[in-house]
């Protein structure tokens, strides 16, 4: 079992900034891919960035350019700088771990971006 935890949410405006933190614990961090989701109200959950357990990143088309993914696996944690936010960018986002197969999932935060 991997257990994370999302912290760095909240209210922000247009233009601004958050940077989102997800701490792991349970499992050997650096083994697992890691990513950020996010879902609105009444749309799917979609896939934000991933980060490969030894780097290499990617991105959605949406995000490109103004959100950053990045991994600390000395602290087991996973962070997303999110730049340049808009009000399409409110969300609940997630954390998810993956491995063979596996998937673990946070409990989310919410970010909400007023225009």
């Known amino acids: 079992q991997v257990q994370l935890v999302e912290s760095g949410g909240g209210l922000v405006q247009a233009g601004g900034s958050l940077r989102l933190s997800c701490a792991a614990s349970g499992r050997t961090f650096s083994d697992y891919a890691m990513g950020w989701f996010r879902q609105a109200p009444g749309k799917e959950r979609e896939l934000v960035a991933k980060i490969g357990s030894i780097g290499g990143a990617d991105y959605a088309d949406s995000v490109k350019g103004r959100f950053t993914i990045s991994r600390d696996n000395a602290k087991s944690t996973v962070y997303l700088q999110m730049n340049g936010l808009k009000p399409e960018d409110t969300a609940v986002y997630y954390c998810?771990?993956?491995?063979?197969?596996?998937?673990?999932w946070g409990q989310g935060t919410q970010v909400i971006v007023s225009s």
């Open positions: 998810n771990a993956m491995r063979s197969g596996s998937s673990y």
